[in-house]
């Protein structure tokens, strides 16, 4: 099969999810009063909020150069934020492909080891999932009521137990482990003169150089200064919109970090951009706060679509300007 007709099949399946997540949020939704709601709104704010996610996709573009120099590469700062807002841009239309991307787009432009990029990107994802297991941590301290209300209501406790506790799901697993490694095992000495695993093994070298690049950076105090920069602005991106709208601006700060967090975790499923899964955590968190389900509907769709459609401009953006902007370079 053609890889376009592929790519589009893809495409394809991943709206359809989102799509089918999105009408299930919303299919009760009386979109009238939504308008209404909608039209009222301080979009101010939005803006403001608009101009605060730009400026974290710097600072992570800006903090992704400083891992890679240690690799003996100095990447110019308008192919490293192009690469990562394309990698927005791809995620949207494949979910998780992002990060490969990006990793693609460097390479290509700046000549430097793909699999070593994906080194630094692993230590980045490794610091995201610190800062975001810091803010959980602050949530869980600072709101367990909250939290434990919407882990009951989406019944996640009881569908997580029974899915690993379940004898089936230890024993297939235990199984297959168990499996894989005896035959590992049996083949190792063919396997390591495979030209694959020769391959691999180079890759592996310089994936490890990525990752270990944050030990033998000189700017340390920067990288944590825009690691923690970026997800403030992410919060803060979300908490300045409660202040376009009358049922969520006498939320609190700490309100503003649960609904932060729960919709962190609602872009885990796999559908573009978190469409649907994303609405719908941040409506189950707002409603616990006491705001109605349909105003916590707008809400999310004045919070999400906004950036959603600008991270797409600015993506589209950068595919176009990139090999311009490097061909005039050299």
Request: aromatic letters at 14%.
């Amino acid at each position: 099969m053609d890889t376009k007709i592929k790519n589009a099949l893809k495409i394809i399946l991943f709206f359809s999810i989102g799509a089918g997540v999105f009408f299930l949020v919303y299919k009760d939704q009386d979109w009238s009063e939504t308008k209404d709601v909608l039209l009222k709104a301080n979009y101010t704010w939005v803006i403001v909020s608009l101009v605060l996610g730009v400026l974290s996709h710097v600072s992570r573009a800006i903090r992704w150069n400083i891992l890679i120099e240690p690799l003996g590469h100095k990447p110019s700062f308008i192919n490293s934020f192009f690469a990562v807002m394309i990698m927005y841009l791809s995620n949207i239309a494949f979910p998780r492909s992002g990060e490969v991307v990006r990793c693609g787009v460097m390479s290509k432009k700046e000549e430097i080891p793909f699999s070593k990029l994906l080194g630094t990107v692993f230590t980045e994802r490794i610091v995201d999932f610190i800062m975001l297991f810091i803010l959980l941590a602050i949530v869980l301290v600072t709101q367990a009521d909250v939290v434990a209300d919407l882990f009951s209501r989406m019944n996640l406790n009881k569908k997580l137990d029974g899915l690993f506790s379940s004898v089936p799901f230890i024993f297939s697993f235990t199984f297959i482990i168990i499996i894989i490694t005896s035959l590992l095992y049996y083949f190792r000495e063919r396997i390591k003169k495979s030209k694959m695993y020769q391959k691999l093994k180079k890759i592996f070298i310089n994936f490890g150089d990525g990752v270990k690049s944050v030990l033998r950076m000189e700017r340390k105090f920067e990288f944590i200064a825009h690691s923690i920069f970026i997800w403030v602005m992410y919060f803060v991106m979300i908490y300045i919109i409660f202040w376009s709208f009358e049922f969520t601006e006498h939320l609190s700060l700490l309100a503003g970090l649960t609904v932060f967090v729960m919709s962190a975790f609602g872009m885990v499923f796999p559908s573009p951009g978190g469409m649907g899964s994303w609405h719908f955590a941040v409506r189950e968190t707002l409603n616990l706060y006491g705001v109605d389900i349909s105003d916590a509907n707008a809400f999310a769709l004045a919070a999400h679509e906004p950036m959603t459609f600008m991270m797409i401009v600015i993506g589209v953006i950068a595919v176009i300007l990139l090999p311009i902007v490097n061909k005039l370079k050299n």
